[in-house]
């Protein structure tokens, strides 16, 4: 069924507002994509604080050319949604790469990081990263791995001279 003109306004508003939130935009070409995992899909970017967007390729091409993005919309293959990342750059292309892993039929083709367009490899690459919390564990993990061993080689001469006070005790 064809959207009348301002279904198209209401569409193409909310995406403009979507856009101007994000901090990072993925490409995911969703042709094939049974509906309940679209709406899992959808739960898991919710969770992530993200969101997907699917919309008609004019539509999203209209926005882009306004924005000045340099990505040709219409050139991509398939039903296209767009993942919006509003708190973290790098979540929105994790959580689709992860779901992409589960089902074929979503494939990641590009995205946007602020004003600079990314293509597939590096949307992919993107995905691939560790998130932001498991990055900063790690930071944590790699500071504190020295002070612990500070600590242990410090226990260890504290020990050696209670032994070594103990044996003198006895004799």
Not at 12 to 26: F, G, N, P, T, W
Not at 55 to 66: G, M, N, S, V
Not at 141 to 149: D, F, K, N, T, V
Not at 165 to 171: E, F, N, T, V, Y
């Amino acid at each position: 069924m064809a959207l009348t003109k301002t279904q198209k306004q209401n569409i193409i508003s909310d995406l403009k507002d979507k856009i101007e939130r994000q901090k990072a935009m993925v490409f995911a070409a969703i042709t094939g994509l049974k509906v309940k995992d679209l709406a899992s899909l959808r739960k898991e970017m919710k969770k992530n604080d993200c969101e997907l967007k699917v919309a008609k390729k004019t539509l999203i091409a209209k926005i882009f050319q306004e924005k000045k993005f340099g990505v040709d919309v219409k050139k991509l293959n398939g039903e296209i949604a767009l993942g919006f990342g509003y708190k973290d750059e790098i979540l929105p292309f994790k959580t689709l790469y992860d779901f992409s892993k589960e089902h074929e039929n979503l494939k990641i083709l590009g995205g946007i990081i602020g004003q600079n367009a990314l293509g597939e490899e590096k949307a992919l690459t993107l995905g691939q990263l560790p998130g932001k919390d498991e990055l900063l564990g790690r930071l944590v993990g790699s500071i504190a791995s020295p002070l612990s061993g500070l600590v242990n080689v410090l226990q260890g001469n504290i020990k050696g001279l209670i032994y070594a006070l103990s044996a003198i005790s006895k004799k």
